[in-house]
């Protein structure tokens, strides 16, 4: 079984950029496509990004394309999320999980091994 532990969250204003990282620990996740879902106070989680084992093949919610972009590091066993031109509507939790399915989905029952969230708060 793989661990996740994300960070990187933080307080930051309008416009600006933060990277959160994942942490993976246990059974190797090089084979695992890893996503990355937020959740907002009073709504469902939702796909933020994926990124398929081989590095190939990135995935994104329509509303982060051209400001976030997934990345890993097998050899380190991590994999990022770098927000640019973030907004207020970015405020969640941010959650790293592991794909069960390569290319991975969208569904958040689709992945397994969820981190315990890191939080991001954008200021107007």
């Known amino acids: 079984q793989v661990q996740m532990l994300e960070s990187g969250g933080g307080l930051v204003q309008a416009g600006g950029s933060l990277r959160l990282s994942c942490a993976a620990s246990g059974r190797t996740f090089s084979r695992n496509a890893m996503g990355w879902f937020r959740q907002a106070p009073g709504k469902e989680r939702e796909f933020v990004a994926a990124?398929?084992?081989?590095?190939?093949?990135?995935y994104y919610a329509d509303f982060v394309k051209g400001r976030f972009t997934i990345s890993r590091d097998n050899a380190k066993n991590t994999v990022y999320l770098q927000m640019n031109s973030l907004k207020p509507e970015d405020t969640a939790v941010y959650y790293c999980a592991a794909s069960m399915y390569d290319p991975p989905g969208r569904r958040a029952d689709a992945y397994n091994n969820w981190g315990q969230g890191t939080q991001v708060i954008v200021s107007t």
């Open positions: 990124i398929s084992w081989s590095y190939s093949t990135t």
